[in-house]
């Protein structure tokens, strides 16, 4: 572990030690964990701070990549201060509860290749023809992503591909001065990286993992492989990338015309859709960020839904009551984006291909 902060370090370390890790260190500067690893051969995974006293983390991080040992960021630093090489790795934004830290560092280790029930669970994958689910199932993996891990930095090449299973991750748009607002959402209907299916590496957005939970992964290269070796693929990433855009239009219609709690209802309402959990895990600072208003604006959202009896809210966690009553609350900006991901994901393949559409998977209740 290297953490330059003596409290967070000990309490990080007790943590990792209650989940069974023997914990070398903490260790608080470049040069003293450079010594940790190249004197403990034993060192199978690392989590680093990347500002140690004024000097960035990043030798640690090559020397750690050099012997192949998995790591991860922990920072209360921008994402686009990880110099690209790194860019691929999980970088958790503080602050973050340490069991989440312990959680990610844990599965770094553990990673383990996909499954035909895996691939069952995305809207994507299960659409393919099942040629082309059989030769892209080697090349995936399954990946565990923290609430607030990073999938995505805005100007940076994309290095990986992911297809959720049931995280829900954040299209957000970010301002040279550092305003950010969400401007769309991506579960286990669809996948990020779209655009590398239109000769496009370079993503506009941050990316930042908003639900907790499991996707599957597979490397940019290899993605490119497979788009060059069937069709179903590039077809349907093209056809994603075009729902996410009426998203987005909707997304900018609920924002300029629409108070906070009927955009909070229908943000509420997309997040449902996404995963197989009631309640799901928010705070209101990061409802705030999504929103792109105060918190205290949130607050009092929740409580006019919650009083409607729509929703019930807790400081750390949202549990949707009435669903129907949502939808009613949310009006024109919830429907339309989702019926028109429906008629364009179900639209035929080449008609040589043997298409799933629709088989199994995790439960879509767009509109319902």
């Keep these: 572990m290297v953490e ?15 989940h069974g890790v023997d914990v070398a260190g903490p260790t608080a500067g470049v040069r003293g964990a450079l010594t940790q690893i190249r004197s403990n051969p034993c060192i199978e995974g690392a989590i680093l701070d990347l500002n140690l006293g004024g000097e960035m983390a990043f030798p640690v991080a090559d020397e750690l990549e050099r012997r192949g040992v998995p790591f991860i960021f922990a920072t209360g630093y921008e994402p686009d201060v990880v110099p690209a ?41 299960r659409r393919l023809p099942a040629s082309e689910r059989d030769d892209l199932l080697p090349l995936l993996r399954t ?20 297809f959720p299973l049931d995280c829900v991750a954040s299209l ?7 305003n950010r607002i969400e401007t769309g959402l991506i579960g286990n209907e669809g996948m990020t990286g779209f655009g590398i299916a239109e000769g496009d590496e370079e993503t506009p957005f941050e990316l930042i993992n908003q ?14 492989q497979a788009l060059a070796i069937g069709a179903g693929l590039r077809t349907l990433a093209i056809r994603f990338a075009r729902s996410v855009s009426i998203q987005v239009s909707y997304t900018a219609l609920a924002n300029g015309r629409l108070d906070i709690p009927r955009r909070l209802a229908r943000w509420l309402l997309m997040v449902h859709d996404r995963v197989d959990q009631n309640p799901f895990h928010l705070t209101h600072d990061y409802l705030a960020i ?13 409580h006019l839904l919650e009083g409607e009896r729509l929703i019930k809210s807790t400081r750390n966690s949202v549990e949707i009551v009435t669903r129907h009553g949502l939808i009613d609350a949310a009006g024109e900006v919830y429907g339309a984006p989702e019926i028109e991901y429906e008629r364009l994901m179900n639209l035929p393949l080449d008609p040589s291909s043997e298409t799933v559409c629709g088989a199994g998977g995790s439960r879509q209740h767009f509109v319902s």
């Design 211 to 224: 639900i907790e939970g499991y996707t599957l992964a597979i490397a940019a290269d290899d993605f490119k």
């Design 85 to 125: 090489r790194h860019a691929d790795k999980i970088l958790l934004r503080k602050p973050l509860d340490d069991d989440t830290i312990a959680v990610a560092l844990l599965d770094a280790f553990h990673r383990r290749g996909a499954t035909p029930e895996d691939v069952g669970r995305n809207g994507i994958l």
């Design 4 to 18: 330059d902060d003596y409290y967070v370090a000990t309490d990080l370390a007790a943590k990792l030690s209650a």
């Design 143 to 162: 990946v565990y992503l923290p609430r607030g891990a990073i999938m995505e930095m805005q100007g940076q090449s994309v290095s990986r591909v992911y």
């Design 172 to 178: 957000v748009a970010v301002s040279r001065e550092g």
């Design 290 to 302: 999504m929103l792109g208003v105060r918190r205290s604006s949130v607050t009092d959202a929740l």
